[in-house]
Each structure stands twice: as C-alpha cells, then as structure tokens.
C-alpha cells in the first residue's frame, strides 16, 4: 500500500486526485464570465501534458427579455410607484420636534394652570369706552395690578351716581347732564 516508507497515499492516488482536482477548476473556469479569470487552483500546478485548454468559442447573447405582464411585474411596479420614504435619521429629527413642542405646549397651558390666583377686594372705577359703556374688564386688571398682580376677572361690580356741585345750589333745576352713573369693580380674581 505504501509506495515507499513515509509516504502516505500511493503515487497513483496523488496522480487521480490531481487529474480530478484539474477537471473541476477547468470546468470551473469555463463557468466564468467572459473577461473574469477563473479561480485559483490553490497553488497546484499539473503537469503541462494534463493541461486542459478552456473553450474558446464566445456564448451566444442572450435575446431581450419580452415584457411579461404577469404578478411579479405588476408588483414591481407597484413599489416603483411608491413615493421615497424618509431615512431613520430624518423621522427621528421629526419625532424629536413634534416631542419638544407637544411638551412646551403641554409646560405652558400647566403653567397658566398652576399660577396662584387670588381674590382681591377693593373698589376701582371701570373706565367708560369710546362707544359709552363701561368696560370693567380694564377696571379688574386695574385693581389687581394696583395689588401685585398681572390680570384679573371681574368678579362684583357696584354703580354709584356721581353728581356735580350744582345740584346742591337750593332752588337751582336740576339737568340731565348735572349726574352721571359710574361703575366699579369691587373684587376681581387675579393670577
């Protein structure tokens, strides 16, 4: 079995399995595109009698593919029609913001909630507007300023009838535009 002492396989075997190792790297190669080179042969060399020449006749091209309307075309059209999708990166960017501003938004209405509210009493004139109506809603912010506040809600109103000197004069006729009615705010509610 052994050709000589040390070797293994015997001569005839090496030389089988070298003739077959140089068939499949020639068929191989023959598998290859034009232009592409063939594998290695792992460094294995044959002897130049066993060398087998690569076929040199070119493939015939291949003829145009018909268009074929058929469930896989028409779904392959169907994804070139999608419109682009934004990246990771871009949605998460847009994630973020529409997160900040739903949590500003969110911080703002809490703040306009949780700022202490008081109720102040006192008595402020409500200014008479351009059309001759009192607008207490400016006496209210008035009033609450007066005490520390920014704004305030009318909470109670009282009228008086403030006249002039002259109707006290005895024996004088008293005229429509001797008095007049003045509106005031006596408590508001101020934030």
Known sequence: MLDRPGNLFPQS????????????TAAAGAAWPQGASPPSSLGIQA????AVQPQSAPAPPQPAREE???LFDEIGKMFDRLPTLK???????NLNTRARDAAKDASDSLSRLARPS???????ICPVSA????????????LCQAKG???G?????????????????????????DCRTDHYVTSALCQ
Request: glycine share 8%; net charge negative.
């Open 68 to 70: 074929n309307p058929g």
């Open 87 to 93: 990246g990771p990166q871009e949605t998460l960017d």
């Open 47 to 50: 002897p130049a009698e066993q």
């Open 149 to 151: 506040f920014k704004a």
């Open 13 to 24: 075997a090496v030389q089988a399995a070298t003739a077959a190792l140089l068939m499949w």
């Open 118 to 124: 008081s109720m102040v009493a006192g008595r402020t």
């Open 153 to 177: 809600k009318s909470l109670n109103t009282d009228s008086a009838e403030t006249c002039s000197a002259k109707v006290l004069i005895p024996g004088r006729a008293r005229k429509p535009d």
């Open 131 to 142: 059309d001759g109506a009192a607008d207490c809603q400016l006496g209210a912010d008035k």
